[in-house]
């Protein structure tokens, strides 16, 4: 099992929000699941102590605008309020954004299970990846306990419905005979040695000077990220090297810099900007290229439920698609060499991860203080 699994396989709640939102924005879940669903995962961002991002105690000591909060209680009474990523709970907004792990522990066995089975949901698209999960899991959350385990996974059927046919006939078939899993001595590794999450952070960024990527644009017109391990050099054969990444656009320098001028744009309602403009400038004082060595100390994206995370997301892909769309993985590396939430695409595995959920979805705006298409390249192609 690589050790990217240990985090994929967590049952994180706001992975699930996500994903069931992108399913209901491909129309693949109905508007009445969705808003089921999301009120269901309220209570586990209270049971694990999550802070609010706005609150009317906040407020009421100084600390946060009143403007801000009502503009995000306003948005709460229209009629598209269930497909917002935040929620309100006792004079409070939480972001349904933020992970939140439960641990069999946390709660009661019906509602693991059921998290659980929403969980598996994600694996239809990767079934080659099932048996590790599932593995993972028996070794670790079930410490190898093999009649409670048979027992659990047998409890997943009574969400039969949340799971793809071809996934619960493996569930099935597991319950019945768990030493079918994967041996415990393939999880050995990672049960003894977990890293925290900076430790693995710490673990990919070392790989990245040993990382080759390459993106094919498929017949579909989305791109596929490919990432190879290159061999080691011997110490001192070799320099650390920039990497220019080709404009194959008609953009000018002038149009780049406009473009990057979203992230230092100042949101109003004291919501500041994702970065500041001396940070920018830093990035993109070569060009768009990646540094001979990763900036240590990186710059961290300020996102909120407004102008999240994805909304950034969103702009970036539309630059690298007219920028050189073949780049999408260097485009990535160049933002991890600044950026502490990209860094983990300086990592093979690392990569790989992002670059799935690195996409050209659009958000919702959301009273969005600026025009995405004063951004945006003029002449997509």
Avoid at 31 to 39: D, G, S, T, V, Y
Avoid at 99 to 107: A, N, T, W
Avoid at 159 to 171: F, G, H
Avoid at 366 to 377: A, T
Wanted: aromatic share 14%; hydrophobic share 35%.
């Amino acid at each position: 099992m690589n050790q990217a699994l240990y985090y994929e396989a967590q049952i994180d709640v706001a992975e699930i929000f996500e994903f069931e939102l992108e399913r209901l924005r491909e129309g693949r879940n109905d508007e009445a699941f969705f808003k089921e669903l999301r009120e269901s995962l309220i209570p586990f961002y209270i049971l694990k102590k999550h802070e609010p991002f706005v609150s009317q105690a906040a407020v009421a000591a100084g600390t946060s605008s009143e403007k801000y909060y009502y503009g995000y209680e306003e948005r709460l009474k229209s009629q598209a309020s269930w497909n917002l990523d935040y929620f309100k709970f006792r004079d409070a907004f939480y972001d349904y954004n933020l992970s939140c792990i439960v641990e069999k522990e946390d709660v009661i066995q019906e509602l693991y299970s059921w998290l659980f089975a929403l969980k598996v949901r994600q694996f239809e698209a990767y079934k080659e990846e099932f048996s590790s999960f599932l593995g993972y899991h028996y070794h670790v959350t079930f410490n190898g306990d093999k009649q409670e385990y048979a027992l659990f996974l047998q409890s997943l059927l009574r969400y039969k419905d949340l799971i793809a046919p071809s996934l619960r006939e493996e569930i099935i078939t597991v319950a019945k005979e768990v030493d079918t899993l994967p041996r415990r001595t393939d999880y050995i590794e990672t049960i003894s040695n977990r890293p925290t999450w900076e430790e693995f952070k710490a673990l990919s960024l070392e790989a990245a000077p040993n990382t080759s990527v390459s993106t094919k644009v498929q017949g579909n017109g989305e791109e596929e990220i490919g990432v190879e391990e290159q061999p080691i050099k011997e110490q001192g054969t070799t320099e650390a090297t920039a990497y220019a990444i080709q404009n194959t656009s008609v953009l000018s320098k002038e149009e780049i810099d406009h473009f990057f001028a979203f992230l230092y744009k100042d949101r109003g309602d004291e919501e500041g900007s994702y970065l500041k403009k001396e940070e920018v400038e830093i990035m993109l004082q070569y060009g768009i290229t990646i540094p001979a060595q990763p900036l240590q100390e990186k710059f961290k994206l300020n996102y909120t439920a407004r102008y999240s995370k994805k909304l950034a997301e969103y702009l970036l892909h539309a630059f690298i698609v007219e920028y050189n769309r073949n780049e999408k993985g260097k485009f990535l590396q160049f933002l991890g060499s600044y950026i502490q939430d990209y860094e983990l695409a300086l990592s093979a595995q690392g990569l790989r991860n992002i670059s799935k959920n690195f996409t050209g979805d659009r958000p919702s705006k959301r009273n969005i203080l600026f025009k995405l298409e004063d951004f945006l390249p003029k002449n997509p192609q």
